[in-house]
């Protein structure tokens, strides 16, 4: 990995914030690309306003010898406030993006955001400062469910949620093939931290993902 994504303290040169490093991380189905995902923002990647929703996402390709490298990175802004628990690639250039946080008052919040054409975002390794970058370089979301807004199904909650259901989902998996019109099948799973207050849930959803048109 690149000097910056060491550890503020660790090394000279780095900028991430302990535990809030490389979180996400998937493969394309094709086997040909992994993309990782920053939980949180690189220090030289926040504004001097404080707004810390930049996020990097390195990419490693593969060599025709089977070894893996970092090739390049992604642009991704997060809404204010949130992290990056994961990242799911459900198409070769297609990815579902996790976002969350927490709050002792108001719980879990949990939004998943689908983002098409990977292959034609830009390569924002040579960028020092995201927060200076045109919002070009970023790429554009689309979001695709508010967990807040999932039925309850009877879950249990032992801390303030908005929704019952609703807890620390840090993971995600493609569970079914691609279904008709563009919906898919994926299971999130919840780290319980170790907390009596909280659980380990698994948690099915049938999304509906845009796909970037293939070429004829």
């Known amino acids: 990995m690149p000097a910056r994504?060491?550890?503020?303290?660790?090394?000279?040169?780095?900028?991430?914030?302990?535990?809030?490093?490389?979180?996400?991380?998937?493969?394309?189905?094709?086997?040909?690309?992994?993309?990782?995902?920053?939980?949180?923002?690189?220090?030289?990647?926040?504004?001097?306003?404080?707004?810390?929703?930049?996020?990097?996402?390195?990419f490693y390709s593969r060599g025709h010898r089977g070894n893996w490298a970092v090739t390049g990175q992604i642009a991704y802004r997060t809404e204010t406030g949130q992290r990056i628990p994961d990242v799911l690639?459900?198409?070769?250039?297609?990815?579902?993006?996790?976002?969350?946080?927490?709050?002792?008052?108001?719980?879990?919040?949990?939004?998943?955001?689908?983002?098409?054409?990977?292959?034609?975002?830009?390569?924002?390794?040579?960028?020092?400062?995201?927060?200076?970058?045109?919002?070009?370089?970023?790429?554009?979301?689309?979001?695709?469910?508010?967990?807040v807004d999932c039925p309850t199904l009877g879950a249990p909650a032992l801390e303030t949620q908005a929704n019952p259901l609703l807890d620390n989902f840090e993971g995600m998996a493609l569970t079914t093939p691609p279904l008709p019109f563009g919906y898919q099948g994926v299971t999130m799973i919840s780290d319980d931290n170790f907390s009596p207050a909280q659980h380990t849930r698994l948690l099915n959803l049938v999304l509906r993902l845009p796909r970037r048109a293939r070429r004829k």
Not at 21 to 30: A, M, R
Not at 109 to 133: E, N, Q
């Open 5 to 58: 994504f060491a550890v503020t303290g660790t090394t000279p040169a780095g900028e991430a914030t302990s535990n809030a490093t490389l979180e996400g991380l998937t493969i394309t189905p094709d086997g040909r690309r992994i993309i990782a995902a920053m939980e949180g923002a690189l220090s030289g990647d926040v504004a001097p306003t404080g707004d810390a929703t930049a996020h990097r996402m390195p």
């Open 89 to 147: 690639a459900y198409d070769n250039n297609d990815l579902l993006v996790e976002e969350a946080s927490f709050a002792t008052a108001a719980g879990n919040a949990v939004s998943l955001y689908a983002v098409t054409g990977v292959d034609r975002a830009p390569d924002v390794a040579s960028v020092v400062k995201l927060s200076t970058a045109p919002a070009r370089d970023f790429l554009p979301k689309t979001l695709v469910s508010n967990l």
